[in-house]
């Protein structure tokens, strides 16, 4: 018996080029099929069904080319490796469309002669490889080695040989038959099925390192290097990848910036963010105890050296629930970095913004904006719940107002009177900016004035604001001695060189008095201490023009500004004459006017809208105000039959 095994064994070395070339060609299928599908990771499901189309179309090839072309008596191909590789790598699924594109081919070349016992020894070879899935798919590609490729081989050794003597103990072939297939198939397996076996491993393990490579540089492109923490690219994909879910969630945007993280570095070391990021992360997205649940889902990423971004499910800006969950927050985190730094304490700021209907276009531009917005905002929370591309439309169209204003001189301006309040009597108006947008709407005059500075454009409009004042003086007739019309200028003109010399020369050009204009300095705006600014003050005090400071007490060092500079007028913000009825305020007040009178200025109330401050205030000693009780901001030809009537 072992001498007619020995015979078939060498009658079968003839095959083996042939069967090095078959194995060949189906190791370069599965590269072929590895190479076009490197978006699917290597355990992806469908990787299965993959790999019985691929083992199962050779196998019904080969059987179609070994019949018709191979004139040799035994036929050989290497149907065993195919059914048994489809099941090892493949599972029931790929196992399973390998036996029955295998077994059609059979029968279709080969018909029914045998058909049964080789169908039968299909089925035992795929069921070993079958069962070698589980074995398989707990072994990591990137380590497969020589261990595990002679575990696999002498499975599929066994296999082969299993399967043929269970069609000879079945009675379905003959004993030569039998024994024909055993030497056929202990040569094949050493010399075909092994290095076969290698070569698919070896083709495994190298695509699944190279995967693991540029899965790991992925990772460190998504990761910040300090922290630890995803970066900003991991926040753009992860955004994108939840405007694809659906059906679509509200999804919310937090910005947490540490405001003071330069004093806290300079005093902790200059690794200390590099370790706060990290906890502060874990504070608001990790464990039972985090500030935000697990419903919202929180996924924190640092969005910059000082800023942390978290995103939440579920949560949608518009409803005023979200305003409580942003302080609630804030006080939060507050209350873990008081407990947390035994050093300076960070101090917070949080911005949000709702995600929704964001694309890949606008998602950058998006992300910028906020960060932007919120480096603005001096408030310990700020919520965005509008649309930046919106604002960015809405903030062009003021940009090109203006431009427009600045070049034809004539800025939308209304006056709204001032009053010596015992008689009634007006004494000056107030230039102030009254803009709507292309819809209609007014437009506040902070944001104009924030557009314009930061496009450069404020000291230009002051300029076109000043003409315009300058010719509506030069229009009104019959003016009482004292009466003047007052324009706001920010610091930012007042630092021009020869911005003074300016005025006086328009004034002069215009044939108006020194003394009709008057020029308000916002006190919100800080007034550099640097010479041209005290020239400008200067030509404009020896000039006759009159100097007011505005909003006094309300932004830097007011006393300073009043000791520095000869004003006039000083003038008191609505906000506070509001508050008249409280005594600090009323005192507060009662300050102002004594400070002003100390330096020579009258003093002026802004914002009277009802007859009880208007007694309080002269009560004071105050004579001079403005507000709604009196008149609201008019157009200059109504503002001549109210200084008539008055």
Known sequence: MMELIAVQAAAAAAELPFLLLQAAAVIGMVSVLILMRRNIALDDPRYKIYYGIIFGVAGFLLTLLVSEFIKLPSKPYIRSDLLFLAGLLGSWQGGGIALLLVAVGRYVIGGPVLFFAAFQDMVVISAFGILMYGWMRRRRLTELGMRDIFAVFGVRFVAVLFAISVSFGLGLIDQALFLSAVGRRTLGAVVVGLPMITCLFLVLRSEARAREEVRKRDIAARTDSLTGLPNRRALKDHIETMARREPPVPHALLLIEIVNIADVAACEGEDWADLFWPRLAREVCDGDSSLLSYSNAPRSFMFGDTTLAVVIEGVSLEKSESARLMMHLHDGLSAFCRSAEAGPVPHLKIGAANLDKLSRQNLASFLRHLSLALRRSENPVQIFPFSFAEKATRDEGVRQMLVHWIKSGRPPICYQPKFEMHNRRMIGAEALLRATDARGQALSPYYVLEIAERHRLLVEFEWSTIEAVVC?????????????????????????????????????????????????????????????????????????????LDDFGTGYAALTLLARFPFE?????????????????????????????????????????????????????????????????VPLDRLQPRRECA
């Open 569 to 633: 007028e000083v003038k008191i913000d609505h906000w506070m004459t509001s508050r008249l009825d409280q005594s600090r305020f009323k005192d507060a007040i009662a300050l102002a006017f004594e400070s002003a009178e100390r330096y020579g200025a009258k003093l002026v109330t802004e914002g009277i809208e009802t007859e009880e401050q208007s007694r309080l205030l002269m009560q004071m000693g105050i004579r001079f105000g403005q507000g709604y009780l009196y008149s609201p901001a």
């Open 472 to 548: 509506d003086l030069s229009n009104l007739r019959s003016l009482e001695p004292d009466f003047h019309l007052a324009v706001n200028i920010s610091a930012s003109s007042f630092s021009t060189p020869r911005f003074g010399d300016r005025v006086v020369a328009f004034l002069s050009e215009m044939t108006v008095p020194a003394h009709r204009l008057s020029i308000e300095v916002t006190e919100m705006s800080r007034v550099p201490a640097i010479d041209v600014v005290q020239q400008n003050f200067d030509r404009l005090s020896e000039a006759g023009v009159r100097l007011s």
